[in-house]
């Protein structure tokens, strides 16, 4: 019995020594990591692809240019058509509707086109245009025109019909179905551009200072215009000192006694003056009634008549639209 308790102990002892020699051998391997618990929503952002977008990071009201701070770059899961990731481009563009905070920037939220290239100052308008008109069809978006007019008077008057240069050096934004904005090549031969050339232009868009708007639109209306083609480089242009400035259509209230001189009228204030056709045509030497500015009415006798104060005959020039002619008198 004693023997059998002995045997029992020493394999006890043995088991004992191998589980601890086991233990031994796996302290000395390395620990894994623990492995981490995620809920499900923190899983659902993992599977889930975000894009960088940058949003309005307050409030933008329409027509208002975008500051630095008005932007921030989010991580979205959705990437909408047109968006942006940086937001360095969009600083200075301007928007075309209310922008709330948070709402992503897309290019159709911006104001783009024509508009981004006239200058300020400046004004797009568009006057017909023909193939004589338009050198040919040759003018170009991005050329340079003068802008002539010619004047018809009634055959008996030949002498009196005149052309002259009503613009000076003007940019083509737009002529035809082209335009500065459309970044259209002038020498690409592909069928789209040939079927375009072959199409007669009808309207010219030219960037016009606001306070010439006039000048053009009564020229347009009173005379026939035609466009030569210059080059870029020549920057010449006629010495305003050699003619005196055309009188407006109206006239600014007074100045009050004692109050500075007003200076004379410039951009949107000469704009809003305005100008007649008569003095378009006659430079502003003849008032209505055919009387130059600065001379007397003179009496004039004819026989079988009361003899009294009769004018002379000012001014007549033939207008041309289209087929109509019509001869007006100043």
Excluded: C
């Excluded at 783009?112 to 017909?128: F, M, P, T, Y």
């Excluded at 050329?143 to 002259?164: H, P, Y």
């Amino acid at each position: 019995m004693i023997h059998l308790t002995k045997i029992i102990a020493a394999i006890l002892v043995l088991v004992a020594i191998a589980l601890g020699g086991y233990a031994w051998i796996l302290s000395r391997q390395p620990k894994l990591p623990p492995v981490a618990t995620a809920s499900t929503a923190t899983l659902e952002r993992a599977n889930t692809k975000t894009h960088a977008v940058v949003v309005a990071a307050k409030a933008i009201p329409a027509g208002t240019l975008i500051s630095a701070d008005a932007l921030r770059v989010e991580q979205l899961p959705l990437n909408p058509t047109g968006s942006f990731k940086d937001a360095t481009p969009l600083v200075g563009r301007v928007t075309v509707l209310d922008l709330g905070e948070g709402t992503p920037l897309q290019e159709g939220l911006l104001v783009s086109g024509l508009a981004l290239r006239v200058n300020e100052g400046e004004r797009a308008l568009a006057i017909k245009a023909d193939e004589v008109m338009g050198v040919g069809n040759k003018v170009q978006p991005g050329d340079f025109v003068d802008v002539f007019i010619m004047l018809k008077s009634e055959g008996k008057d030949i002498d009196r019909s005149q052309a002259r240069l009503l613009l000076a050096r003007k940019r083509v934004l737009a002529f035809g179905n082209s335009s500065v904005d459309g970044m259209q090549s002038k020498t690409a031969d592909g069928p789209a551009n040939q079927t375009q050339r072959m199409e007669t232009a009808r309207t010219a868009v030219l960037a016009v200072p606001v306070e010439e708007i006039n000048r053009l639109t009564l020229g347009e209306s009173s005379g026939r215009l035609l466009l030569a083609l210059r080059n870029p480089t020549d920057l010449s242009e006629p010495d305003p000192k050699l003619f005196a400035d055309l009188p407006t259509a109206l006239q600014p209230v007074a100045s009050k006694p004692g109050d500075a001189r007003r200076p004379p009228l410039v951009g949107l204030d000469r704009a809003q003056a305005g100008l007649t056709v008569a003095d378009l045509v006659t430079g502003g030497s003849v008032v209505p009634g055919g009387i130059k500015r600065g001379t007397a009415t003179q009496s004039i006798s004819i026989p079988g008549q009361r003899q009294g104060t009769t004018q002379r005959p000012g001014l007549e020039v033939e207008v041309i639209r289209g087929d109509r002619s019509e001869t007006m008198r100043y």
